[in-house]
């Protein structure tokens, strides 16, 4: 097989991959197979083919190479800023992610404090969207490791990003670039990657401790 421009030419067979483009708006993987089928009477030439949807199997393998490297990196992360800037190195790729925060809720009566990766000045719990603080502190009454797309547009709009429940005391977001629709595989990749987060910062906070009280 070869390609001429943007036309594909076929001479005895071809195998490929490719995305194709849902009329919904995501991608579809799909495989295909062409073979030449000669006869001494045929007066054309003739190609029979078939597609697969390699889809769940491609989200499969990239969600395993994905929590393989993001486990690797933040298993020595020695700050939540670490650990957030690594998540988000991650994410933005797999999931067109554009900001993570870690929203740490200390006792008593004080407002969390909000640990930002993606943008450069600093963010405190009130600068949030309200609609924002309102699904975060939602995610309080979740079953930890919870994952749940948020949104507060249309429904055709989609989601605005992600909240995962890392803790009691810690609830994670991931803000989409732009709202869209969040596929059972981007659900499979989050619930992956946030048990590995949760252990991280609890390692974090440990080392913090053990550097604080050793100055």
């Known amino acids: 097989a070869c390609l001429v421009g943007s036309e594909m030419c076929i001479r005895d067979s071809l195998n490929t991959e ?7 708006g995501h991608l579809v993987w ?3 197979s062409v073979n030449a089928v000669t006869s001494p009477s ?7 083919g078939t597609i697969r949807d390699i889809t769940a199997a491609r989200a499969a393998a990239e969600r395993e190479r994905a929590v393989a490297r993001l486990a ?5 992360a020695k700050s939540v ?3 957030l800037s690594t998540t988000l190195d991650e994410c933005g790729t797999t999931l067109g992610v554009r900001r993570v925060a870690a929203i740490m809720r200390p006792t008593g009566e004080h407002d969390p404090t909000v640990h930002l990766a993606g943008t450069s000045p600093a963010v405190t719990w009130p600068d949030l969207d309200p609609r924002l603080r309102r699904s975060l502190d939602d995610a309080r009454a979740w079953l930890p490791l919870s994952v749940e797309p948020v949104g507060w547009g249309p429904e055709t709009e989609g989601s605005h990003g992600m909240v995962a429940t890392l803790s009691r005391e810690a609830t994670l977001w991931l803000e989409f670039a732009e709202p869209r629709r969040v596929s059972a ?19 974090v906070r440990q080392f913090e401790l053990a550097r604080d009280t050793s100055l």
């Open 18 to 24: 490719g995305p194709i483009r849902h009329r919904d």
């Open 30 to 32: 799909a495989a295909m």
């Open 42 to 48: 045929a007066d054309e030439d003739t190609y029979v």
């Open 72 to 76: 690797m990196a933040v298993s020595v």
């Open 81 to 83: 800023g670490e650990v």
């Open 185 to 203: 595989e981007d659900r499979q990749l989050v619930t992956a990657i946030v048990g590995h987060l949760s252990l991280a910062m609890q390692h």
